[in-house]
């Protein structure tokens, strides 16, 4: 029996390239699930570049304040650069003292080096003059002006000496010079040896209670200052400064520095980081400032074979210098 209705149509195939409804609906469904899954990564990309965008010299100042630019002026109606402490280079500073004026350099950026003495005066000091038991710098301590017209020195029961080769010894006496009082002069002549010279005897000079009088403790000094000039009879202008620390019983090193006078009156140093040790020395121990025992003025005789040179020497406010009140 035949069939009462007529069959469907077959449904025409889909063309190859066009999207049925099936598979456009699952497109947007993995698409809507790749964005679920990307957004935290998103989220996160953007507020790593938010950090990184407020930082600044590895701090992050995203919530602190950012002063206004000065309104000053410079010279010639310029704009001045702001410092990271809001002032302009050049301004009157209060924490640098009053009336203080800070230069540039003390506003330029971190990488500045600030030199060790610009903090520390005392990085200064020679390290041989500077130690735990004497970290600062004393002030001066004359040991003679010789406005007494004696041999004794200021403080001390000691006096200057003169002292020669040969069994000779040079004059010594304290004349009066005008402007200035009395000063100590030595002069000599013939000498054939080694040479000649003053000098000073230290112990009985210490003033620290507790201190031995048996050596002088200069730890805190420099070193030695003096005025002097050259005597009307002088022919040799050189005079060796010297001090002496002990090497026993019967023994003294000595440390000299070489110093060249003129006519006239001026003042001079010998510091104790310029002394080197004379060849007479049985050792190559090093000064001991904390244990001097004598100061000489020494004309040395450089060549032996023939006599010094006539010398005259005049010598005044012979002292200590640490610092100068």
């Not at 809507?32 to 570049?49: N, Q």
């Not at 990184?52 to 650069?81: E, I, R, T, W």
């Not at 050049?90 to 080096?113: C, E, L, N």
């Not at 003169?162 to 069994?167: A, E, Q, R, W």
Request: hydrophobic letters at 40%; one cysteine or more.
């Amino acid at each position: 029996m035949g069939r009462l209705w007529p069959r469907a149509p077959p449904r025409a195939p889909a063309s190859r390239g066009q999207p049925t409804a099936g598979s456009r609906e699952r497109h947007v469904r993995v698409g809507l699930l790749l964005t679920r899954a990307a957004l935290p990564t998103l989220l996160c990309l953007c507020l790593c570049l938010c950090l990184c965008v407020a930082c600044h010299d590895g701090k992050l100042d995203l919530f602190q304040s950012v002063p206004p630019a000065p309104s000053n002026l410079a010279d010639g109606g310029q704009d001045m650069p702001p410092v990271r402490d809001g002032s302009i280079p050049g301004q009157i500073s209060a924490q640098a003292g009053d009336g203080a004026v800070v230069p540039d350099a003390a506003v330029i950026p971190d990488a500045a080096v600030v030199p060790d003495a610009a903090v520390n005066p005392d990085a200064a000091v020679p390290s041989d003059v500077r130690d735990a038991a004497a970290p600062m710098l004393r002030e001066d301590r004359l040991l003679d002006d010789f406005d007494d017209g004696d041999s004794d020195a200021l403080d001390s029961g000691q006096g200057w000496y003169v002292f020669g080769d040969n069994n000779q010894q040079p004059s010594l006496g304290f004349p009066e010079e005008p402007g200035r009082g009395r000063v100590a002069r030595t002069a000599g002549q013939g000498f054939t040896g080694w040479g000649a010279g003053m000098g000073l005897n230290l112990q009985g000079l210490q003033e620290e209670p507790g201190g031995s009088s048996e050596v002088f403790d200069a730890r805190g000094y420099l070193g030695l200052r003096f005025d002097a000039r050259l005597g009307e009879q002088a022919v040799g202008r050189v005079v060796h400064v010297s001090v002496l620390d002990p090497c026993g019983p019967d023994c003294q090193h000595r440390f000299s520095t070489p110093v060249t006078l003129s006519g006239s009156w001026a003042s001079y140093e010998a510091r104790f980081d310029q002394l080197e040790p004379v060849q007479e020395n049985v050792s190559d121990a090093p000064l001991e400032i904390s244990r001097l025992v004598g100061i000489s003025f020494i004309h040395w005789n450089e060549a032996v074979a023939t006599p010094l040179e006539d010398f005259d020497v005049l010598v005044d406010n012979v002292q200590f210098f640490g610092i100068t009140p």
